[in-house]
């Protein structure tokens, strides 16, 4: 099979072009750090790619998530012990009251002990946080993502803390003030005063059991949502990102074969075979 020298001359030229495109591409890769520069140079990685852009952008999403429940719980946990202080101190001071030992003028005294409780107390059931909402949300509290496939409360309801404990006819802030008012009149309290402050503290306890599970639940989701996230970028890296020991050996083969063909096109044009032709 008679070969022609344009046969010869064009397989040189493809060779070469070949060559240097490879040089050319192993080039980017390495200093983009990109596998593919356009999505043309693979169309499945750029759509796999996209994807995974989809999915990193839901988990910056839930991190927003998080990090807005956690400062909500803190804030709750926060003002939940507070109110939980201060009610032990009531009860402190109603036992006190009952003792019967007191007479009018020390029923008083404590009176005036219980309006400076009764005013914290509903201080805190009232606090803001930075933002300016009320930390014990008057509305339903709402639930967002924190996790693929997990939802979380946003933070706890003002009645689930101060409205009446089952047992009551009274919210907290009305039984507080009842025994204030018998006590600023020097009345003594009853039983069902001393059954009534049991009723209440269990109320913010389990409140602040609550909270405790849901700070619980937020941080496994957290942890679960870091995995699956330290995953999809594993992923990313994989199908995008260059590996440099490959880019940098195809971009040795690449230059080696391109100075070889170009090689041959010198010695090809040094022994004038187009001419002898």
Known sequence: MRISSQQVFDSGVSSMQQHTSDVVKYQQQISSGRK???????????????????????FAMFRVNQNHINAS??????????????????QQ????????????DGLKTLGQQAST??????QMSLAKD??????????????????????????????EVMSAPNGMTQNVLT????????????????????DNIQLVLKQVTTAQVKTGLLQNQLDAATEAAD?????????????LDTDLATATAGLVKSNALLQAAQSIMTKLDSNSLFQKL
């Open 117 to 122: 409780l009764y005013n914290t107390v509903n």
């Open 130 to 159: 930075a933002n300016g909402e009320q930390i014990l949300r008057t509305a339903t509290p709402t639930s967002v993502l924190v996790a693929p496939n997990v939802s979380l409360e946003t933070a706890l309801s003002y009645s």
């Open 36 to 58: 593919y520069q356009v999505a043309s140079d693979d169309a499945l990685a750029a759509g796999l790619g996209v994807q995974i852009d989809l999915d990193n952008a839901q």
């Open 73 to 90: 719980l803190t804030s709750t946990d926060s003002q939940l012990s507070g109110i939980n202080i201060a009610l032990t101190k009531f």
């Open 227 to 239: 995995v699956q996230k330290n995953n999809v970028e594993l992923q990313r890296s994989n199908l």
């Open 93 to 104: 001071m109603m036992v006190q009251a009952g003792n019967g030992t007191l007479g009018a």
């Open 175 to 194: 039984f507080m003030g009842s025994v204030r008012d018998k006590l600023t009149a020097g009345t003594a309290l009853s039983a069902s005063d001393m």
